[in-house]
């Protein structure tokens, strides 16, 4: 149900802001993270891999920090850029 309210949000586009590396960069590729998650908690015979999008610039391969969980930060805070 929430979702489905976020997505009638009618936003005017000139009441945001760019997101913008510090050298300026205004455009990110999209990639993943990717998580081993043990077999023990997914409950099967294997070791699963849970892939997390995140978006990077791709001059630095640095990703931009409001993408990452707020739980993996702290692990990738040197591969994390501020937007």
Do not use: C
């Not at 590396?21 to 990639?31: A, D, L, R, S, Y």
């Not at 998650?37 to 070791?47: I, T, Y």
């Amino acid at each position: 149900m929430q979702d489905q309210q976020q997505m009638n949000l009618n936003i005017d586009l000139k009441a945001t802001k760019s997101v913008e590396t510090e050298e300026g960069n205004v455009i990110f590729q999209q990639g993943m993270l990717l998580r081993e998650v043990s077999k023990f908690v997914v409950g099967s015979d294997e070791n699963s891999i849970l892939p997390i999008p995140v978006f990077y610039d791709p001059q630095t391969g640095k990703i931009l920090e409001g993408t990452v969980p707020k739980e993996l930060r702290e692990e990738y805070k040197d591969f994390l850029i501020n937007g």
